[in-house]
């Protein structure tokens, strides 16, 4: 008697609740909705988008059905077959397999398909069959599939692949109502492998050309066997591509959204600001008048107050920015602006694939720089990563923001644009434009480059979903105060600390911070960032943001307390800085934060990603040496037009 039949003779006559949890993986072509139908199942929240390529690595997730099954489910990254091409692909083929190092092959596929792009993911269905484990067909975007008239027997879909078939919706409560019966049913419990209709059978062995072609015709024939199409397919995305995709209006459109888009982070998150300004202002002021004076007091006053509260004021930008990028990313738009961008992508060496990385970049370059696994060609997909870190990402934006509104006159330009948001604009569209030079630059001297055609699917215009969007809205608003209670909280003690140590030497009462460890690191580096505008309090504030960039806002906040006397302290930290910073300087810091690499999480998921150091030093070296560069070059004009 074998090990394994032993501890099944010895073992209780299992139950559902207590038998060992079922192993399932959701295996489908990109953007059928895996990752919505995995949220949905198992209650987390990973990032869906209407694009391909949203999921790069392999997600767990727990989930128990009605009957009480324990489901251990794993997300997968969409592919289109299990040839891969790319690394995010090859993670999917290894797990399903049974190639992966770490990873059990699955005890059941639930093989996820677009009901309304059933002819194109049948073709991954009929490979996976031939991997003989036990698999499930879920046909998701069913309520999609309903509202153009597609009409799918089911039951006949079933008998000819020989596997289970179940509807779903990834985007409704209740969507995946007939998926978890099915977990619970009989034929759950006892898994077979498929038995497919003879007419059908199931082809093992590598994908050679003839095997392809015989799927061809096997899904034509499996679609017209079960599939009714309406008579008259829906021509509304057509129409609207007609003027999205059209080079003229849809390059207008997209210009004209983003700059939009900027204009709305300024205008709409003002009254929220106020009220959290107010509320820290009330806080600061009531601790101040609460506590006696002494070193507890200027802790949580000029640390912890002035440090955090200084970064928690933007919350209301970075979500009404990561509201617009939700609502683009969910209806489909995407896709189409990097099919309109892709020309000018190809004349700088960089190819349309790296167009929804640095997309992502936006939201932060560490999971921008991990989106670049899709890119298969491992010189593009270096570049990639290297121009990642120029988008801007939201951590930038209580730098510039505070900046703007500090230095920027509230405005209008030519009756209808606010001249802050004009500037924001500006430096994203400089971001942007600095990533293209860089990859320019790089393309010289590899003139014979072949340039590889975008091939991307454009999915079809949705409706951003509701649910998606608060999911995605509360995740930005967790991680943003995540960082605030973690990284810029320790920072913004950490210098509280060396900005008021050791304290002054008797008798001064003012500018006690510059005999401070800080202070003297302050002004050693004054010394190499005076040339382009910086002052002490900047050259302090850099260092620490090394850690995260928003932590430049909290560090001045802090620096800016402590040398604060009498009056200033109530001041908000933009007036304080107004007061005291030329606008040279300003636009020069400004223009700093366009370059510099100030994010020790971007450098570490670089060398993790190219495995070693080199990269990371490379970026490192060339975004400061940028970042010094382009400031000296904007402070010296600056000061020449009289700014200084
Ligand atoms: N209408 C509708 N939309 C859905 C459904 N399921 C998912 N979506 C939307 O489809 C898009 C793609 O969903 P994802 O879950 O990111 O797709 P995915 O399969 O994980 O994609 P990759 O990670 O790129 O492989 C998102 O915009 C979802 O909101 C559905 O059943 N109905
Ligand atoms: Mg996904």
Not at 34 to 55: D, E, H, I, P
Not at 200 to 206: A, H, K, M, S, Y
Not at 513 to 523: D, F, K, T, V
């Amino acid at each position: 008697m074998n090990a394994r039949e032993s501890t099944v003779h010895l073992g209780r006559a299992a139950t559902p609740s207590d038998a060992a949890p079922l192993r399932a993986a959701l295996l489908g072509n990109p953007n059928c909705g895996k990752t919505a139908l995995f949220n949905l199942l198992t209650g987390a929240r990973q990032k869906v988008a209407n694009y391909a390529g949203v999921t790069v690595e392999r997600k767990e997730g727990w989930l128990t059905t009605p009957g009480k099954r324990r489901v251990r489910l794993l997300d997968l990254p969409g592919t289109y077959s299990l040839d891969a091409h790319s690394e995010d692909e090859r993670i999917t083929r290894d797990i399903v397999t049974g190639e992966h190092a770490r990873e059990a092959p699955p005890e059941l596929l639930v093989c996820v398909t677009d009901a309304t792009h059933l002819r194109l993911n049948l073709r991954l269905v009929l490979e996976a069959r031939a991997l003989g484990l036990p698999m499930l067909l879920v046909l998701n975007m069913s309520d999609m599939a309903r509202r153009q008239g597609l009409q799918i027997d089911t039951a006949q879909l079933s008998a000819l692949l020989g596997v289970p078939v179940v509807e779903s919706v990834g985007v409704h409560q209740a969507g995946a109502r007939d998926l978890l019966a099915w977990l619970d049913s009989d034929a759950a419990h006892r898994l077979q492998p498929p038995v497919a209709d003879p007419r059908f059978p199931i082809e093992v062995g590598r994908n050679t050309r003839e095997q392809l072609l015989a799927r061809h015709q096997q899904v034509a024939q499996i679609m017209q066997a079960t599939v009714q199409e309406p008579a008259q397919p829906t021509q509304r995305d057509d129409r609207i591509d007609a003027v999205v995709l059209h080079p003229l209006w849809g390059t207008l459109l997209l210009l004209v959204t983003l700059f939009l888009i900027f204009q709305a982070v300024f205008s709409w998150a003002e009254p929220l600001m106020d009220g959290i300004e107010g509320s820290v202002a009330f806080a600061g002021e009531w601790l101040s008048g609460a506590m006696p004076e002494g070193v507890l007091r200027s802790l949580l006053v000029d640390g912890v107050i002035a440090g955090t509260g200084s970064v928690l004021v933007f919350l209301p930008q970075i979500l009404i920015l990561f509201f617009f990028i939700l609502v683009l990313e969910d209806s489909g738009y995407l896709p189409r602006a990097a099919f309109l961008l892709d020309r000018i992508m190809g004349t700088v060496g960089l190819s349309g694939r790296s167009f929804i990385p640095l997309l992502s970049s936006f939201a932060c370059a560490v999971p921008g720089i991990m989106a670049t696994r899709s890119i298969p060609s491992w010189r593009d997909r270096l570049l990639t990563i290297m121009i990642a870190p120029l988008m801007t990402c939201s951590a930038r934006l209580p730098v510039y923001a505070l900046l703007i509104a500090a230095f920027i006159p509230d405005q209008t330009v030519a009756g209808v644009f606010n001249l802050q948001g004009l500037v924001l604009f500006a430096l994203y569209i400089g971001g942007i434009l600095s990533a293209m030079a860089v990859a320019w630059v790089a393309k010289l001297g590899r003139s014979n480059l072949a340039r590889t055609p975008l091939l991307m699917e454009l999915p079809a215009y949705r409706w951003p979903s509701v649910r998606s969007l608060v999911i995605g809205l509360y995740e930005r608003a967790m991680i943003f105060l995540r960082r605030v209670g973690g990284i810029i909280l320790t920072v913004s003690i950490v210098l509280w600390f060396l900005a008021s140590y050791p304290g002054a030497p008797e008798g001064i009462t003012e500018g006690a911070i510059r005999y401070s460890y800080a202070g003297q690191i302050g002004h050693w580096l004054e010394m190499v960032l005076s040339p382009i505008g910086f002052n002490w309090q900047i050259a302090i504030a850099l260092v620490p943001a090394m850690a995260a960039r928003e932590v430049a806002v909290s560090a001045l906040g802090t620096v800016y307390a402590l040398s604060a006397t009498g009056d200033d302290v109530a001041e908000q930290l933009g007036t304080l800085i107004a007061h005291s910073w030329s606008l040279a300087t300003a636009l020069s810091v400004l223009v700093w934060f366009v370059f510099a690499p100030h994010c020790i999480s971007t450098l570490a998921m670089v060398k993790r990603e190219t495995n070693g150091w080199r990269y990371p030093l490379i970026m490192a070296g060339y975004l400061f040496g940028l970042a010094y560069l382009a400031s000296f070059v904007t402070y010296r004009i600056a000061v020449a037009l009289g700014w200084g």
